[in-house]
């Protein structure tokens, strides 16, 4: 039997503004945050299978060299033109030219949970694909201002009934899986204070 895949965003964003980027990379630096994004986008619920996780060309170029692709993960990276220059500078990952390309090269392959990982550009539009079932957010707050450029366009976070719904945190756990270790309080690094969310689309 065929069936559809769904996708689930991760992202970390401040809250209620939903600011995600500046100048090309991240507005923080939160070394828990990242601990568990690698954590959860790494860790497949079947065996000998592997994540995948789909991001636009300029959020894998913001990836240091030395750490991409993104070890353990199958990484996708999205572009409308830029195939020959990603392909011959890096060969570790796949270049799609949709999403729709990007989940056909992701067929036939031992593929579990799929993570759309960025940026703001291909966040905007796939939160609007009816295949996007899960946000995984970080909900981040600051203390002062912060220095922001890039922004998710996700107006159904500020009001109620718009078809996404915060689900309990059980519900979390158990699409994380229970080797991920879920805070018991809200997380405390610098000036920033933040803590893990799951909110999914309403029937
Ligand atoms: N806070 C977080 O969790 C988080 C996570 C990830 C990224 N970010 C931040 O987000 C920012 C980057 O976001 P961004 O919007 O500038 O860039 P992006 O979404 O990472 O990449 C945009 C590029 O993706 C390609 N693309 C977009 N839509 C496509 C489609 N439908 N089909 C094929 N290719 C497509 C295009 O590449 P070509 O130009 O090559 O055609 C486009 O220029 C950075 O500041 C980064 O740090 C934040």
Redesign the pocket.
């Known amino acids: 039997m065929v069936t559809t895949p769904t996708l689930t965003l991760i992202?970390?964003?401040l809250v209620p503004r939903l600011g995600?980027?500046?100048q090309?990379?991240?507005p923080w630096k939160l070394k828990q945050e990242m601990k568990y994004f690698r954590q959860v986008t790494s860790q497949a619920s079947k065996p000998g299978h592997s994540n995948a996780v789909i991001?636009?060309?300029?959020?894998w170029e913001?990836i240091p060299t030395k750490f991409r692709p993104l070890p353990n993960r199958i990484n996708v990276i999205?572009?409308?033109?830029?195939t020959d220059a990603l392909q011959g500078a890096d060969g570790a990952a796949l270049v799609a030219?949709?999403?729709d390309d990007a989940l056909l090269q992701l067929q036939g392959k031992l593929v579990d949970k799929i993570f759309i990982?960025?940026?703001?550009?291909?966040y905007n539009?796939v939160i609007k694909d009816a295949r996007t079932t899960r946000v995984l957010l970080t909900e981040v707050h600051a203390e002062g201002a912060v220095e922001m450029d890039?922004f998710l366009d996700f107006p159904w976070f500020n009001e109620e009934n718009a078809g996404w719904a915060r689900a309990p945190r059980t519900a979390l756990q158990s699409y994380i899986g229970p080797e991920i270790v879920l805070p018991e309080q809200d997380i405390s690094e610098g000036s920033f204070v933040y803590n893990y969310s799951l909110f999914e689309r309403q029937e």
Do not use: D, N, P, Y
Request: net charge positive; proline share 0%; aromatic share 0%.
């Open positions: 992202v970390a964003a995600i980027g500046h090309g990379g991240l991001m636009g060309r300029k959020t913001s999205l572009t409308r033109t830029g030219h949709s999403i990982i960025g940026g703001a550009e291909i539009s890039t």
